[in-house]
């Protein structure tokens, strides 16, 4: 099974398993790791932001307009993040890394 790993506001690092079709918010909720994804992942908020590291930024779908503009309301919005309810696992995202904002609105 696919693997990714999230790196807590406290610079630990968690490794979980990522079931395949999963949102990274979904796989984020099954292992407690602590990101809200208030909408449930209807793509209305941006509590389930995340950074995401390096190289894995490229292989992920280019972001809709949709998550753009939600993306515009979150914290501490970086060069790479992502909503992590629009992140899907597939086989080429085995081993991806995000790391949790400082913090969420």
Request: aromatic share 4%.
């Amino acid at each position: 099974m696919p693997k990714m790993t999230f790196i807590e506001r406290d610079g630990s690092r968690r490794e979980v398993e990522a079931p395949l079709g999963l949102s990274v918010l979904e796989i984020a909720h099954r292992n407690g790791v602590d990101i809200e994804g208030a909408c449930e992942g209807s793509l209305a908020c941006a509590t389930c932001h995340v950074i995401v590291e390096g190289a894995w930024f490229q292989q992920l779908a280019a972001p809709t307009e949709d998550e753009e503009d939600m993306l515009d309301l979150a914290f501490d919005l970086q060069e790479t993040s992502r909503l992590g309810c629009q992140i899907i696992i597939t086989d080429e995202l085995d081993g991806l890394v995000v790391k949790l904002p400082s913090a969420a609105r």
